[in-house]
């Protein structure tokens, strides 16, 4: 059976270790391409866009794919809308492993944005010291904000877009680890976070780091992520994709009772 897994995540990376060497799927991982330096794959890999939902329809009866499963960030919402329209067109079948967000505790002093727009106003007017947990194409939103002191961390440089003026980069891969977080923190003087709810274990620490100094976290709300048959986890998706298997196989001759 030939998958596709819309990726670039932890889900995805995991998915591809679950399928790699079974020989009942031919699996391709699809990234996103804004990364020079992805993680390594042990299953085929594409990379860059499709060219919307057209082009994913198109790329998907060309390649004969006979499932998607969806396990892109939870804040890459075109390319889950341009699959949920691309398989329905299609009659591809379609899994989509949605990442809890995060909840906030007891310490927690989590102030809600529904945008990046909306996190640079909920920054205020007195410079502040602020950490940017986001990706390279939220920080130019922040570049209106000059006043404040940045530091943005981010997988490689961001190239061709507006960066605030008082900005410092640190380039990290997650996961990262509570105390180096809270270390960073007090070392950099910060007094806000500026965070996605991403969910899982890898980017938690710098939350957790924050409920202990008792810093302020301005979290941008999630977008709406439009989605196939969820499923929990990447062990799931593959129990899924099993179903799927047994659903597509025709009847053996015994079953038929020939
Ligand atoms: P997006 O807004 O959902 O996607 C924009 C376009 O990028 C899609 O329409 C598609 O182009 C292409 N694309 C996205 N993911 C793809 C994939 N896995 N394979 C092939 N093409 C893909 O997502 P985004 O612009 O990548 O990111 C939006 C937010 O999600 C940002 O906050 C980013 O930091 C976060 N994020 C994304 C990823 C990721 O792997 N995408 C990973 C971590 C964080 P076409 O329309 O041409 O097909």
New binding site residues.
């Given amino acids: 059976m030939r998958v596709l897994v819309?990726?670039?995540?932890t889900e995805s990376t995991s998915l591809a270790r679950l399928l790699a060497g079974d020989a009942r799927f031919d699996v391709i991982v699809?990234?996103?391409g804004?990364t020079r330096q992805p993680r390594p794959q042990p299953v085929a890999v594409r990379s860059?866009?499709?060219?919307?939902a057209d082009?994913?329809a198109a790329w998907l009866r060309a390649e004969r794919i006979a499932a998607v499963i969806d396990a892109?960030?939870p804040?890459?919402?075109?390319?889950?809308a341009?699959a949920v329209a691309a398989c329905a067109r299609t009659g591809v079948t379609m899994a989509s492993i949605p990442r809890p967000a995060w909840q906030p505790g007891p310490g927690d002093r989590w102030i809600e944005a529904a945008t990046p727009q909306a996190a640079v106003d909920a920054l205020g007017v007195a410079p502040r010291r602020v950490f940017l947990s986001l990706?390279r194409?939220?920080l130019q939103a922040f570049a209106r904000a000059p006043q404040h002191h940045y530091v943005a961390r981010l997988i490689e440089q961001p190239e061709g877009i507006a960066l605030p003026p008082r900005l410092q980069l640190i380039y990290a891969r997650g996961p990262f680890d509570e105390t180096a977080e809270r270390d960073l923190l007090i070392a950099h003087r910060i007094d806000t976070i500026v965070s996605?709810n991403s969910g899982g274990a890898a980017t938690y620490a710098k939350i957790a780091a924050a409920r202990a100094l008792s810093l302020p976290v301005v979290m941008i709300d999630r977008p709406h992520k439009p989605a196939g048959t969820i499923v929990p986890d990447a062990l799931a998706a593959r129990a899924w994709l099993e179903m799927m298997l047994s659903s597509h196989e025709p009847a053996s001759p015994s079953a038929r009772g020939v």
Wanted: hydrophobic residues 30%; without cysteine; proline residues 0%.
């Fill in positions: 819309l990726g670039g995540t699809s990234l996103a804004r860059g866009g499709f060219g919307g082009g994913l892109t960030h804040y890459a919402a075109q390319i889950s341009n990706g194409l939220e996605k």
